[in-house]
């Protein structure tokens, strides 16, 4: 088939491709840029010290975070199984996300300092709402974009997608910085209000957005009547499906070294003894490489397949654990390395993993088979916990020779995936 007639075949099958890709761009880079003004790892647990001196709240919101995203997302699936259009759902959650922004915003302003209990009590009443609507909204997003992007662009549009995200994302770290920085000029709890008010408003800048896609009515039946057929159905898939169990094996470990990540920052901390300087170079190499690398994980997955975006990605995590290990003997400044290999492993993790399981599961079947691989693979989110409890007896070399021996494992795993976009026996049935 010639280029033009593939061309007239996407654009046939696929009329409102342009208009969704520039939409649903607009509502990713703005959603990471208003995800990244409530970043769960730094600005929230920076504002919970205004209120609380109790670091358990801290240890709390991670778990919410944690139960959060995974608990609805087979109820979730169920609830769409078989509906022609599932976008209305996703625009009532981010609603609801920039809503609850908006009034956390106000509180601060309000109460921040003459009623921090009460603050203090709507967080983590809001944070756990925005968990629970985050999982429930991936089901839904993954579903509503299979069909919105051709599955030969979807590599590029998740790359182009990911490179402003990336660009808004450090631009929204500077302005925290500088709202943090001006006490005189933005003195608590008018700081973090104002941070608060801009994640509501670029929230609403991704709902727009996602308006204005126009979601391809699903043909697909109803498969399951109930969340028990939905799990005997998920079973059933597990059992029979070679490439599922490979592939969730894979993505058990991706999700290992993603949770063990922020160890290396740790490590340079305790270890190598580091400046706290430093933690911001790391920051910046770390976004650097997941920008550039963007551009060869899409090129990859459209060209190639999301197989070989997938086994590039366990490489570079393992090649990031080889590094922790090795360059800080060698020469200590170029343990920035670790940090855009990091950024490298993270982007592919992202690009590779999502499109390969929409490739994998046909329509029937597809919401389910989203929430399943993030189900089943719940219990891997435990062994960061695990490794820190273990730390206080055993080293950082440890820890890290034994992540690449289980990156060896995701490795081998990977590299015997069947593509599905290459052959039939790659498909869930």
């Known amino acids: 088939m010639s280029l033009t007639s593939a061309a007239y075949q996407e654009t046939k099958a696929y009329p409102d491709y342009r208009r969704n890709f520039a939409a649903g761009w ?7 840029m208003s995800a990244t003004f409530g970043n769960i790892q730094t600005v929230l647990p920076a504002f919970v010290t205004f209120l609380t001196p109790s670091t358990a709240v801290i240890g709390l919101m991670a778990t919410i975070q944690g139960i959060g995203e995974i608990i609805p997302q087979l109820f979730t699936a169920h609830l769409i199984d078989g509906k022609p259009r599932k976008k209305h759902y996703l625009l009532g959650i981010i609603t609801w996300r920039w809503i ?35 999982g429930m909204g991936s089901v839904i997003y993954a579903d509503i974009f299979s069909r919105a992007i051709p599955a030969q662009r979807r590599g590029r549009f998740v790359s182009a997608r990911q490179i402003g995200g990336f660009a808004l994302a450090i631009l929204a770290g500077w302005i925290v910085k500088n709202i943090l920085d001006a006490e005189d000029v933005f003195p608590f709890p008018v700081n973090f209000s104002l941070i608060f008010a801009l994640s509501a408003a670029t929230l609403a800048v991704a709902f727009v957005g996602f308006a204005l896609i126009r979601e391809p009515v699903s043909h697909a039946a109803r498969q399951n009547h109930s969340v028990k057929e939905m799990l005997r159905q998920g079973t059933r898939l597990v059992r029979d499906n070679a490439n599922l169990r490979l592939f969730l094996i894979s993505r058990a470990v ?4 993603v949770g063990m990540a922020s160890f290396y920052v740790v490590y340079a901390r305790n270890d190598l003894g580091v400046s706290a300087g430093a933690v911001g170079l790391f920051l910046t190499a770390q976004m650097a490489g997941a920008a550039v690398s963007n551009i060869l994980w899409g090129w990859l997955a459209d060209g190639y397949g999301n197989k070989t975006v997938i086994v590039g990605t366990m490489a570079t995590a393992g090649l990031t654990a080889v590094f922790a290990l090795t360059l800080p003997a060698l020469y200590l400044p170029a343990y920035v390395v670790v940090f855009i290999l990091l950024g490298a492993m993270l982007s592919g993790w992202r690009i590779g993993y999502n499109n390969f399981v929409l490739e994998m599961a046909p329509e029937k079947i597809r919401a389910a088979c989203v929430a399943w691989q993030n189900t089943l693979i719940a219990p891997v989110t435990l062994l960061p916990l695990i490794a820190g409890a273990l730390l206080s007896s055993i080293s950082f070399t440890t820890i890290f020779v034994i992540e690449l021996g289980l990156i060896a494992i995701g ?17 869930c049935t």
């Not at 967080?123 to 968990?131: A, H, T, V």
């Not at 490795?411 to 498909?427: F, M, N, Q, V, Y």
């Open 26 to 32: 607009i509502h990713g880079v703005f959603f990471q």
């Open 254 to 257: 991706i999700g290992m070294t």
């Open 100 to 134: 609850a922004w908006a009034l956390l915003a106000w509180l601060t302003f309000q109460y921040g300092v003459t009623h921090p209990g009460l603050v203090l009590t709507v967080l983590i009443i809001l944070f756990g709402s925005f968990s629970l609507a985050g």
């Open 411 to 427: 490795l081998i795993a990977s590299l015997r995936l069947k593509d599905p976009r290459h052959t039939p026996e790659g498909i």
